[in-house]
């Protein structure tokens, strides 16, 4: 028989995402809705460690729903690391008196919570915060879709920029390990070649590409560089082998960096960040743990963390022939 459940911890760990706070929100209210008492914990598992928590109810998310970043604050803790840091950290929760821990993260967030739950028993669940989208059993991540938009209004006007003076641009989105970003907001913004570390091109086919589409008619070029792709790693180097191997091209490069984790989360973030929360605490008072919730066709689901960590997430192949179909 599970242990009943009285009062959760939420807190939010890692690279913060738009959503983290709809997130917040919905652990929040959902526990105030089943009569159980909610705690946030400040910085992630640094604040887990220090005893950093404030007790929360529904009236103390008033207003966050649209607001990104997130108001618990976040970090990459090194403490948590260590088996004396996970040992401050039960305590403060037993202190507490607190019975389960929700995690809004990525992968390593979920590895750490893991391991607390295999060490001392605690009940975890995990909610995937991160832009990249690159954790297994969710189609979407939260934050994924707003830095989409974000990526491919920039990615709107350099086009404009590059058409009017009829540049190469080289332009590097968010994605250490992978390509989800890159790929779909390349389609998105029209970019005539996607670099992404899943798939690796090779310099030779993309200057083909390029002088193709020049051949074609094409005046300017946007390429969009994943930051974890090979070629595209140091993309100053990219546009310095550009400038000195092929004629004719002026090149510039944008790097978006950090602005792609920021903003007013989108509406579909929002609304998967509601149904998250909600599916969290419910199958917390149902009695599971080490699980992460996610979106698997339409649906709420749960995958258990362990293959949320290990299991890895799959480039779309149809979106990589529909972007070369596209950059004809
Ligand atoms: O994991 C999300 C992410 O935004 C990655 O895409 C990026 O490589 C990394 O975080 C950047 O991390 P930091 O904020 O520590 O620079």
């Known amino acids: ?29 959902a526990c105030a809705y089943h009569n159980i008492e909610c705690v946030g914990v400040y910085r992630g598992y640094e604040g887990l460690i220090e005893g950093d928590f404030k007790q929360m109810d529904a009236r103390s998310v008033k207003g966050i729903i649209n607001k990104g970043g997130t108001i618990l604050k976040s970090a990459r803790s090194n403490g948590f690391r260590t088996e004396e840091g996970r040992k401050k950290a039960f305590q403060n929760l037993v202190d507490a008196e607190i019975n389960a821990l929700v995690v809004v993260g990525g992968d390593g967030s979920f590895t750490g919570a893991l391991i607390f739950n295999q060490e001392f028993g605690f009940p975890v669940m995990g909610i995937p915060g991160t832009i990249d989208n690159d954790i297994f059993g969710t189609s979407h991540t939260l934050g994924f879709d707003t830095a989409l938009n974000t990526v491919v209004e920039a990615i709107d006007k350099i086009r404009d920029t590059a058409s009017s003076h009829n540049r190469l641009f080289f332009i590097e989105v968010m994605g ?11 389609i998105a913004g029209g970019a005539e070649e996607i670099l992404i570390p899943e798939e690796d091109l090779g310099l030779e086919r993309l200057v083909e590409s390029l002088n193709r589409s020049r051949t074609s008619g094409k005046s300017s070029s946007i390429v969009i560089v994943a930051e974890g792709d090979k070629i595209g790693k140091n993309i100053f180097e990219l546009k310095d082998y ?44 149902n009695g599971q743990t080490n699980y992460m919730v996610g979106l698997i066709n339409g649906k709420m689901e749960l995958t258990p963390l362990d293959n949320a960590i290990k299991g890895k997430t799959k480039i779309n192949l149809e979106l990589l022939r529909v972007s070369d179909i596209m950059s004809t």
């Open 242 to 285: 550009v400038d000195e191997n092929m004629e004719g091209y002026d090149v510039r490069v944008s790097v978006l960096g950090h602005m792609q984790r920021g903003g007013a989360p989108s509406c579909f973030d929002r609304v998967l960040a509601s149904r998250m929360g909600v599916k969290a605490v419910e199958s917390l008072l």
């Open 1 to 29: 028989m599970p242990k009943t459940i009285k009062k959760i911890a939420v807190l939010t760990s890692g690279g913060d995402s738009p959503g983290m706070n709809a997130a917040i929100r919905s652990v929040v209210r």
């Open 176 to 186: 250490r390990d992978v390509g989800h970003i890159a790929l779909n907001a390349g």
